[in-house]
């Protein structure tokens, strides 16, 4: 490994210091040395087709179906690969990046006062690291130990609505969750081992307690409180509301709307603990979080993502992906039985999406039928299916120009191949 840090107790409080003395000071700048852009020699061997995928054997898909990890999440703007590239070129101290990129993120954002944040390889990584450093705050032996709980601090407060598979990340320390579901049972759930309590944003109206109110209970027992909102942009605003909601923690994936690299997320929240969840992530050694690894190229990227997102057109943005969806539907609604409507989730994802439905007794096909037709063909096109009752559904914000015209002609072809 090309550093190796020994940890004694000197030379990591030493690490810690410079971590948070550039944190709360703000004095670390963000660059990186020039260097001229060396002229692109001619691919030759694997890539040298321009399709990778097809080298490999895998199919290329249309995604109608959204920021899906299991399909690579997001398409990085051209931007970001550049500066992305750009890191390449150089090698850099891993946590004195983190801090600086931190710093110009907190700029951006223009979080208040006493925030900080990193990036890290994705939301649910944040949610690992963040809950660790909550554990063990700048304690060398409680970082190693880790998830041996002896000592610290056990258990996190979670609404039962609220569980879902990303609490892995959570249980992965070590910690047992405690399950409530009204404000009572949380009143009785605390104790001197209530580490955190945990809010995950996409369920906030499925749980009794919501957002607002959760924090403030926490921080009325004096608890950390941690909210995930992984896939809770759109609007551009949630990227500081939590913040401004007093969350101590709140991660962020970097490979869906933001469209950085899909292996990067952000943990913004307390400056001090984002420096203890920095201490227990890579590429400090002999830590939960080593495995856990961003490289320069994606924080830098990262940063190159937020600054692009903040300066989009949002509302122009809605209207081309609701344009996409209404032309399918033009489409489509001209086959007998076709009906279509657009509810958009208020939370997650929230971008215009599509419902698509039609009558069985005209129509001789299910949704998931249809859905796995559609996979399968030339081109390969993914659409939901299952997940709001017999309908299919889709979104158009992950679609390239145009493959809105190959949606409605294929689903068409599908969909009139098995008319009565």
Avoid at 31 to 56: I, M
Avoid at 270 to 293: C, F, M
Wanted: aromatic fraction near 6%; proline fraction near 5%; include cysteine.
């Amino acid at each position: 490994m090309a550093f190796n840090y020994n940890w004694n107790r000197r030379t990591f409080l030493g690490t810690l210091g410079a971590l948070l003395g550039t944190l709360f000071s703000g004095r670390m700048a963000f660059a990186l040395p020039p260097k001229a852009r060396d002229k692109a020699a001619p691919l030759s061997g694997f890539g040298s087709t321009g399709n990778v995928y097809e080298e490999l054997g895998v199919t290329t898909v249309i995604n109608g179906q959204g920021t899906m990890t299991v399909l690579g999440g997001s398409l990085m703007r051209p931007e970001v690969e550049a500066v992305m590239a750009m890191a390449g070129r150089h090698f850099v101290s891993i946590p004195d990046l983190e801090v600086a990129a931190g710093k110009r993120i907190v700029e951006m954002l223009k979080l208040p006062e006493g925030y900080g944040a990193i990036v890290t390889s994705g939301a649910a990584a944040a949610m690992q690291s963040g809950l660790a450093g909550i554990l063990t705050g700048d304690n060398p032996k409680f970082i190693e130990q880790l998830p041996d709980l002896t000592g610290l601090k056990s258990e996190v407060i979670i609404q039962k609505s609220h569980r879902n598979p990303f609490d892995h990340q959570l249980r992965s320390t070590g910690v047992k969750l405690v399950v409530i579901e009204s404000r009572e049972d949380l009143k009785k759930a605390i104790n001197p081992q209530t580490a955190m309590m945990h809010f995950t944003n996409f369920a906030d109206n499925e749980g009794q307690i919501k957002a607002e109110e959760w924090v403030k209970l926490a921080h009325e027992n004096q608890i950390p409180a941690f909210i995930d909102a992984a896939a809770d942009t759109p609007p551009v605003s949630r990227l500081w509301d939590f913040a401004n909601m007093g969350y101590d923690l709140i991660a962020f994936s970097g490979g869906k709307a933001i469209r950085g690299p899909q292996c990067a997320g952000l943990l913004i929240g307390k400056k001090d603990l984002v420096a203890y969840a920095l201490l227990n992530n890579s590429p400090h050694e002999d830590t939960l979080g080593r495995s856990q690894k961003v490289g320069k190229e994606e924080i830098v990227g990262m940063v190159k993502a937020l600054e692009s997102y903040l300066k989009e057109d949002h509302d122009a943005l809605n209207k081309e992906w609701q344009r996409r969806l209404d032309y399918i539907s033009g489409q489509i609604t001209r086959i007998p039985g076709v009906t279509t409507s657009f509810p958009a989730p208020e939370i997650a994802n929230h971008v215009p999406h599509m419902h698509i439905k039609w009558d069985s007794a005209r129509i001789a096909l299910t949704p998931r039928e249809a859905a796995a037709a559609l996979r399968s063909g030339k081109p390969s096109i993914v659409l939901a299916s299952g997940e709001h009752g017999e309908v299919l559904s889709m979104n158009s914000f992950m679609l390239q120009p145009g493959e809105e015209k190959i949606i409605a002609q294929e689903l068409g072809k599908v969909l009139k191949s098995h008319a009565a």
